[in-house]
């Protein structure tokens, strides 16, 4: 009898495990960009080879942070605790050691020129710009666990499930992808790369906490028909596995715009929609 009452409760260590491998993917990052920022000025090539190992660190953490929510909901495993260490994982793995990673790659290599006119002003810029990365993070992933079911400013169509503001796996993966896409080469002797690459981070921050809407693919059944579920899937992994760089790159890009492009259109019907119930008031005066 109580063979039975346990072999019917749920595994909850399943979906733990991936969440365990989410959380060494951050330290195993972090680990890397200590390594690499340790290293002298001219050690770049071998500094390059660790921010490239922490970056696809990142990459394979969103793809066990995906697996542990979704074995969970297909085993019955979900519980309190469970999403509780998923949201500590995910402040640490995607918001603490890409935020370390961004700073260490991208804004102190730039400090190594002293003759650039930008150094005194680099390093404070770039600690506030990961810092507000860090902290809109965090608040994202609050915001996802107090509310229930928070409305994205443009809802999309019905029936449709979405998540409201940039989910912070994929703003990491966005910063891991361009990491990644350049093999981990820091930026060194061109400084506008690193404007740039602050600008991306800080709008990476505000999608974040914004109430703009992305897809969460959770309606999305990819074995409705087998055979087309396994090409998919096929085709995705070949793909990354023969050419990661441009096509993580590719697919980061498109879903951090994808939330972009869906506010642009909302906010174009919107003001059409404006213009043209003023227009009719305008005829029924007249």
Same mark, same amino acid.
């Given at each position: 009898?109580?063979?039975?009452?346990?072999?019917?409760?749920? $595994?909850?260590?399943?979906?733990?495990?991936?969440? +365990?491998?989410?959380?060494?993917?951050?330290?195993?990052?972090?680990?890397?960009?200590?390594?690499?920022?340790?290293?002298?000025?001219?050690?770049?090539?071998?500094?390059?080879?660790?921010?490239?190992?922490?970056?696809?660190?990142?990459?394979?953490? +969103?793809?066990?942070?995906?697996?542990?929510?979704?074995?969970?909901?297909?085993?019955?495993?979900?519980?309190?605790?469970?999403?509780?260490?998923?949201?500590?994982?995910?402040?640490?793995?995607?918001?603490?050691?890409?935020?370390?990673?961004?700073?260490?790659?991208?804004?102190?290599?730039?400090?190594?020129?002293?003759?650039?006119?930008?150094?005194?002003?680099?390093?404070?810029?770039?600690?506030?710009?990961?810092?507000?990365?860090?902290?809109?993070?965090?608040a994202r992933l609050a915001r996802f666990n107090v509310q229930k079911n928070p409305l994205p400013?443009?809802?999309?169509?019905p029936g449709r499930r979405y998540f409201v503001g940039l989910p912070i796996p994929a703003a990491?993966?966005?910063?891991?992808?361009?990491?990644?896409?350049?093999?981990?080469? $820091?930026?060194?002797?061109?400084?506008?790369?690193?404007?740039?690459?602050?600008?991306?981070?800080?709008?990476?921050?505000?999608?974040?906490?914004?109430?703009?809407?992305?897809?969460?693919?959770?309606? +999305?059944?990819?074995?409705?028909?087998?055979?087309?579920?396994?090409?998919?899937?096929?085709?995705?992994?070949?793909?990354?596995?023969?050419?990661?760089?441009?096509?993580?790159?590719?697919?980061?890009?498109?879903?951090?715009?994808?939330? +972009?492009?869906s506010r642009a259109v909302w906010l174009f019907k919107r003001n059409k929609g404006g213009q043209?119930?003023?227009?009719?008031?305008?005829?029924?005066?007249?």
């Open positions: 009898m109580r063979k039975s009452i346990q072999g019917e409760r749920p $595994p909850y260590a399943l979906p733990t495990i991936f969440t +365990v491998g989410t959380i060494f993917c951050g330290y195993y990052c972090l680990m890397k960009t200590v390594q690499a920022i340790s290293l002298p000025p001219e050690s770049v090539e071998l500094a390059a080879r660790y921010y490239n190992h922490a970056a696809m660190a990142i990459g394979f953490a +969103v793809f066990t942070d995906g697996m542990d929510g979704r074995i969970a909901r297909a085993t019955g495993a979900v519980s309190d605790f469970g999403k509780e260490i998923d949201s500590l994982a995910d402040c640490i793995t995607f918001g603490a050691a890409p935020a370390t990673l961004a700073f260490a790659w991208g804004v102190r290599s730039p400090e190594l020129l002293p003759d650039l006119w930008l150094a005194d002003y680099f390093p404070g810029l770039g600690y506030f710009v990961t810092f507000l990365f860090l902290t809109c993070g965090a400013k443009n809802p999309g169509r990491a993966g966005m910063l891991a992808a361009v990491i990644h896409a350049l093999s981990g080469q $820091p930026i060194v002797s061109w400084w506008p790369g690193g404007i740039l690459w602050l600008a991306l981070v800080g709008f990476l921050s505000f999608l974040m906490i914004s109430n703009w809407r992305y897809s969460s693919f959770k309606d +999305v059944n990819f074995m409705r028909v087998p055979w087309m579920g396994v090409i998919f899937f096929a085709t995705i992994i070949y793909l990354i596995w023969n050419f990661s760089q441009p096509v993580l790159l590719t697919i980061s890009t498109v879903f951090v715009f994808s939330g +972009v492009w043209a119930e003023g227009g009719r008031e305008a005829e029924s005066s007249t």
